[in-house]
């Protein structure tokens, strides 16, 4: 079973503050990715890194910035949040395929379900 | 990028087979499907990936047709907690390339 963590798995906080959104993963994996997901829709990509030192913004638009210094370690932060950012984000790693058509599998964590008030 | 075409939701009961079908009609030649499963309050699973004719593991299978221009998940004999959303996603090169869709929410009835 893969082993990537998120925490907080529940967050509720003021507007203004400055959050970050830990996730972690022992797999060695390469990549790793940042979801945005609201109640019954569907996934939007926000940050993806190829990497150590390595991060790209997604499809959709987000506040959030991201960094990857560390393999295992892909945290998330908003520096002043808004009820807006109200959501749940889900952190997913997986490993360089072995070609380039073949998609690797991505392991979720249980995601941090962030509420600004 | 490869769009996909879904049901929203299907309705089955326990012990059935159920078919969920994907279109995905400009679908690439180095493009793979991809299916994961989704709980509430959970991130989604992989289940099963395919790029042709027909694929089998121990929760389902993945039929494609010649023209890959959909594919069927077919989960057989549903239970209970089979109840989740199910993504079908198409592309190559890696996920940042990849959009998950709305989905199939799939309910199973006792």
């Known amino acids: 079973e893969a082993d990537i963590y998120q925490t907080p798995r529940y967050l509720v906080i003021g507007t203004g503050k400055k959050i970050t959104l830990e996730c972690s993963q022992t797999?060695?994996?390469?990549?790793m990715y940042w979801y945005q997901q609201d109640p019954g829709m569907e996934l939007h990509l926000i940050h993806y890194?190829?990497?150590?030192?390595?991060?790209e913004k997604g499809d959709l638009s987000s506040e959030s910035t991201v960094s990857r210094i560390r393999t295992e370690h892909f945290p998330l932060t908003l520096e002043s949040a808004r009820p807006s950012h109200t959501s749940q984000y889900l952190c997913?790693?997986?490993?360089?395929?072995?070609?380039?058509?073949?998609?690797?599998?991505?392991?979720f964590g249980n995601g941090t379900r962030l509420t600004v008030t | 990028l490869a769009k996909t075409t879904q049901p929203i939701s299907m309705d089955s009961y326990e012990g059935q087979e159920v078919n969920i079908t994907c279109s995905h009609n400009?679908?690439?030649?180095?493009?793979?499907i991809t299916w994961y499963q989704q709980f509430p309050s959970q991130g989604p699973r992989f289940i099963i990936q395919?790029?042709?004719t027909k694929v089998t593991n121990e929760v389902a299978s993945l039929f494609i047709p010649a023209d890959r221009k959909s594919s069927t998940l077919s989960l057989p004999r549903v239970s209970l907690s089979d109840t989740a959303v199910y993504y079908c996603?198409?592309?190559?090169?890696?996920?940042?390339?990849?959009?998950f869709g709305a989905g199939t929410r799939l309910a199973v009835h006792p």
């Open positions: 997913a790693s997986s490993e360089y395929p072995s070609s380039s058509s073949y998609n690797s599998p991505l392991h």
């Open positions: 797999m060695g994996h390469d990549k």
């Open positions: 890194s190829y990497g150590v030192n390595s991060t």
């Open positions: 400009n679908i690439a030649t180095n493009d793979y």
């Open positions: 395919g790029y042709k």
């Open positions: 996603l198409v592309g190559s090169g890696g996920y940042n390339k990849l959009i």
